[in-house]
């Protein structure tokens, strides 16, 4: 399959994979697994004329949620919460590799979109974002040139 032939060179090329690659050499050594993932796992694709992100926020509702569509892009940003109670049983862990915090993402629209048309559903802890292509304006004039003396 092709994607998996290009897909090491194209995760080279990708800013966010730059940097993410970038921040873990610095913070491995001291956090090893245990560092946070502070980016929820984002597709962005181009379907009939419209833009479609999905975004993985397992573990995390709906209305710990916010979302702005703008024409050049979306924002995300969402909480998930510690399932711990205060005065709960205490526990001794052996490893603990679920996360909780802030999750915050901006994604680029590769084209101008129209923010009105901006469509949002969650199933299964996937957010899936739809937002039409803003029609370019195919209406022109043709302008005659006079030359001048």
């Keep these: ?16 994979s730059i940097l993410d690659s970038f ?14 993932d502070f980016g929820a796992k ?13 975004a ?5 509702t709906p209305d710990d949620v916010e979302l702005h569509v ?7 940003s969402a909480e998930k919460k510690s399932e711990t109670k205060e005065g709960g049983e205490d526990k001794s862990y052996f490893r603990s590799e679920r996360r909780w915090g802030k999750v915050e993402r ?4 590769p084209v101008e979109a129209d923010p009105e048309s901006a469509k949002a559903a969650f199933k299964n802890g ?4 739809e937002v ?3 029609s370019q304006d195919k209406a022109h004039k043709k302008v005659s040139i006079t030359a001048e003396s």
Excluded at 1 to 16: C, G, K, L, T
Excluded at 56 to 60: A, K, N, V
Excluded at 106 to 109: I, L, T
């Design 70 to 76: 703008y024409s050049d892009r979306l924002t995300l």
């Design 126 to 129: 996937v957010l899936t974002v």
């Design 106 to 109: 901006v994604v680029s629209f």
């Design 23 to 36: 921040t873990r050499g610095f913070t491995e050594p001291f956090f090893g697994d245990n560092f946070p």
């Design 42 to 54: 984002v597709d962005t694709y181009r379907k009939n004329g419209k833009i479609f992100v999905e």
């Design 56 to 60: 993985e926020l397992p573990g995390i």
């Design 132 to 134: 039409a292509e803003k």
């Design 1 to 16: 399959m092709a994607r998996d032939r290009f897909y090491p060179m194209m995760r080279m090329m990708d800013p966010e």
